[in-house]
């Protein structure tokens, strides 16, 4: 179905480009100064864990279960914190390691350790020639990056409504053994704001990879990170792996950079017994031990996952707003033209927008020209290679809501004008 | 010239043998539990650092210069943290980086680095065939386990009064381009408890590698570590590197495990122009952003260099008599006899202890049986293979002074059962 300005005759689409043109150029002039390039929590949200600051002080007893708290030992994290976490993800502790303040990092070490030494006995990958990563798209950058970083190569696999397009991915899994791993965000996805449905968990748990060191990377960055009215539900993939008979096949990171401090919360990652096991052996050599007294202090301050869920409230609370704000100035300024469509999630860091095929370099171009950053038109996608350059990302926690309906204002009016000029390109 | 044991007639020898051999059944009923192993300081040294812990509370600012210590960014680490860290070290804020609390962790970051991406515009490491590591031995295990994870051929470099053998160093480095690399403690090393001479340093910083991803990792763990009356003094070796003409051929790196909380410090490292900008690029695809909260609390509890050493007094005042407490067990019980070597540091946390060959082994096992925990024979080896099985690694802090006393005691008869045993031996 056309849009609104490709029903246009071409003198009124020439009249709206002006029209555009001069409302952007009063734009300029404010000069303005706006961010909505990545998914920051804001001042606002980050004031919420200040209290964790006063939980540890020079009387606490440094010590936690078997462990000593300020001294090396307990590398696998320790006891209440891997608890926290165990419950955070709804595993066993015991499949548990939390290290560090950043999942990135875990994830990262993984990689490298595959890359260096080889999983599960396997050879390492440099010995194994080219290997291949699966990266649903749109998708995470930083996760691109770290396997793009590693001459890895990236492979795009579309991303759908309930989550990654399991059809390509099984087949590639199954068929080619040098598909090694898959990037995944199953909840409130990095930047759809999508939850795997269950048929697709299922699908995931029921992999029988060509290669047997091929690993489901399941990032589930915002697990307790819903700010709507109803929690999205994803299936446990530990329990559907184990239900379709399978065994090594996942790694699941999580992180309280979101809840707490962002690069100051506490990291985990879990896996099955023999997977976790490995990761232990692998860490040994990279890591005398983490970073203990911010595990102390996260599992006093934040207790267990009711702690967990009464914190993130507050948090949404203060995010909520920002997204209704997106969707209504979205809503009111592009609803009615037919040029765009974006997502409404239930949660998570970000709203996913498609406009017109072409647009998005020029809008996020426009965008910066006006004063307004905007996440690189591209970035969630493999090597910045978005094929219908279409996609933009859009972070609306960081700014205050009077800055982001500026931002918004401004971005309606970006996003009309390229696509104006797009229609207009196409009658030659 | 032989020691008392091999001085001893046949029958004599025979009598003392079965008179240690009592001792050492005596020392069994007694069923310890006492620990020399690793290098960990004592409760009472890790509870100095407790009063870091009340600097930060709800109501601290938390930024820092430009820095916003709560949130994303600076990857770098915070400002005051890295002037903290320049000083520590004697180098300029802007080429330290200060990331996580693991100083270990950056040296094995940078070596997978090389490996996997390569340094300096060289190929990564897995694309150049096999590659060496120059291991001055005794030293440290840690470091030796790191290259040899990733396969890199470790060879072993003898230890002198004054560092490394540096003609072999320097044939070595400048004569094979396989060579890409050298672990050093150059002050108060572990586990020899020596000082880098000025002309050691000064040949280091000479040095015209062949390969030029070649890069010295100085890991200066000890540089604020003096317990006793005179701090040996190491000469700058980016300053010599100056001098020297030479430019990007060293890492150095610092944590302050071992001044605040082991496994909870900060930890940083330093390099040239060019290659502390290549360390941050590499850094930051796996590294979103570092524990600021934890550098915030060491820059305001520390301070500053003069902080840092008040604060190390204290560390002296608690760890000098342990040392002590080596020196004089060692010295009555076999300073007489011949048949053992130790050092004797003014700094650090390790005392060295050459016995007879072939007795390492030996005497760990016998010190494990009378439940004597001692560093594995040959780990301050590569590969763990010490030539002579004559070096034992003695770490004095983390015991009581009263365990300690009792655990040289134990060490006092094993070392003397052992030798004599092998003088036995050696008659035939």
Not at 14 to 38: F, N, P, S, Y
Not at 58 to 68: E, K, Q, R, W
Not at 102 to 117: E, G, K, R, T, Y
Request: with cysteine; charged share 20%; hydrophobic share 40%.
């Amino acid at each position: 179905m056309p849009n609104a300005y490709q029903s246009m005759s071409t003198e009124s689409l020439d009249e709206e480009i002006k029209h555009l043109e001069t409302e952007v150029a009063h734009l300029r002039d404010q000069h303005l100064k706006l961010d909505m390039a990545r998914g920051k929590p804001s001042p606002q949200q980050t004031a919420l864990s200040k209290p964790m600051l006063d939980v540890l002080d020079s009387s606490t007893p440094l010590v936690d279960g078997d462990a000593i708290v300020d001294n090396y030992g307990t590398p696998e994290g320790l006891p209440s914190a891997r608890r926290l976490a165990g419950q955070i993800l709804g595993v066993d502790p015991k499949n548990v390691v939390v290290s560090g303040s950043s999942s990135l990092n875990l994830m990262h070490d993984l990689v490298a350790h595959a890359f260096i030494n080889g999983v599960a006995g396997a050879e390492p990958f440099y010995r194994q020639g080219e290997v291949k990563w699966l990266c649903p798209a749109p998708g995470y950058d930083r996760h691109f990056k770290v396997t793009e970083s590693m001459g890895i190569k990236n492979v795009p696999i579309p991303m759908c409504e309930d989550g990654p397009d399991m059809d390509t991915v099984c087949e590639l899994v199954e068929g080619d053994p040098t598909v090694k791993g898959i990037w995944c965000v199953p909840k409130y996805a990095n930047p759809t704001g999508i939850t795997y449905s269950d048929e697709v968990v299922r699908a995931f748990a029921s992999l029988k990879p060509a290669a047997p060191d091929f690993r489901i990377y399941w990032d589930n960055a915002y697990v307790v990170h819903c700010f709507g009215g109803t929690d999205d539900q994803l299936l446990d993939i530990f329990q559907a792996v184990r239900e379709a008979g399978n065994r090594n096949l996942v790694y699941e990171f999580g992180s309280t950079a979101k809840v707490t401090f962002p690069s100051s919360g506490i990291a985990f990652v879990a896996a099955s017994d023999d997977d976790i096991s490995e990761v232990r052996k692998a860490f040994s050599v990279e890591r005398v031990s983490s970073e203990k007294m911010s595990q102390l202090a996260h599992a006093l301050y934040l207790r267990d996952l009711d702690g967990v869920r009464a914190h993130m409230r507050k948090h949404a609370a203060i995010v909520a707003p920002r997204f209704a704000l997106v969707q209504s100035k979205l809503g009111e300024g592009l609803g009615s033209l037919g040029v765009a469509t974006w997502s409404n999630p239930h949660g998570g860091y970000f709203v996913s927008f498609e406009g017109p095929k072409g647009s998005a370099k020029r809008i996020v171009a426009l965008m910066a020209d006006l004063g307004v950053k905007l996440t690189p038109a591209g970035a969630t996608w493999p090597y910045g290679k978005d094929p219908n350059d279409s996609n933009i990302r859009i972070a609306p926690t960081y700014p205050s809501l009077e800055d982001l309906g500026q931002a918004l204002d401004v971005f309606v009016v970006a996003v009309k004008l390229v696509s104006a000029k797009i229609a207009r390109e196409e009658r030659g």
